[in-house]
């Protein structure tokens, strides 16, 4: 299975500290996106890096990818109580024309 | 640009009774997805459909599970008959090519 695991499966901090989510996988990947997903709510797509790219940036999210270790991280640097949700990795295989499969998530709480 | 619209919002259900959940997704996109979401097993891919068409149900759990997506701006998910393991969030989700998604805000089933 090419699903995405993350790691820790839950996260709390302070708000105004940075928060580092990590996601590991199986196999080769065509691209790998994180989603962010409040309480009651859908998943809300955040960022996409694809296999040929190493870090990309977004405002205060920083995502890194390591194919030779089939990992990646979300950094969300000066948290804040609203980035408080759950975060999902997911996967798109080599070919590039596979549905997502996504992991069970880590839950993050910023407490202001 | 109204996205993903699901519903019911929640649908509280005796077991044996059938359920129809319903999807609209985002205009213009030519995929669509259901997922089922647990604490236990996470989000789980049911069924997705590539412009109307049914390209991989091997995630649909039995055969008491039916989708449908007569045209482009709507799809059905049904549960027949419904039993209390079937209990779950049940997301849609539409895209342009197969990622990144965009999720509608999800049905709470609960049966009872």
């Known amino acids: 299975s090419q699903q995405g695991e993350e790691d820790p499966q839950a996260l709390s901090i302070q708000e105004g500290e940075n928060a580092t989510m990590n996601c590991s996988y199986k196999?080769?990947?065509?691209?790998l996106q994180w989603y962010r997903q409040n309480s009651g709510r859908g998943l809300v797509h955040l960022i996409l890096?694809?296999?040929?790219?190493r870090e990309k940036h977004s405002g205060r999210l920083r995502v890194t990818l390591d194919t030779s270790k089939k990992s990646s991280s979300l950094l969300i640097t000066a948290s804040r109580a609203a980035d408080t949700a759950s975060y999902f990795c997911?996967?798109?295989?080599?070919?590039?024309?596979?549905?997502?499969?996504f992991g069970k998530g880590t839950r993050l709480s910023v407490i202001a | 640009d109204a996205g993903v619209i699901q519903s019911p919002r929640h649908e509280v259900t005796e077991m044996g009774q059938e359920v129809t959940l319903r999807c609209k997704p985002i205009s213009g996109h030519d995929y669509l997805f259901w997922y089922r979401q647990t604490m236990m097993r996470g989000l789980e891919l049911l069924i997705y459909f590539n412009n109307n068409v049914p390209i991989d149900d091997s995630g649909m759990p039995e055969d008491r599970f039916s989708a449908k997506m007569p045209n482009a701006s709507f799809s059905t998910l049904k549960i027949q008959p419904s039993e209390p393991r079937d209990s779950a969030v049940y997301f849609c989700?539409?895209?342009?090519?197969?990622?990144?998604?965009?999720f509608g805000n999800g049905t709470r089933l609960t049966v009872t």
């Open positions: 997911a996967t798109v295989s080599l070919s590039g024309n596979t549905p997502l499969v």
């Open positions: 196999t080769s990947i065509n691209n």
């Open positions: 890096i694809r296999s040929n790219e």
């Open positions: 989700a539409s895209s342009l090519d197969v990622s990144p998604l965009h």
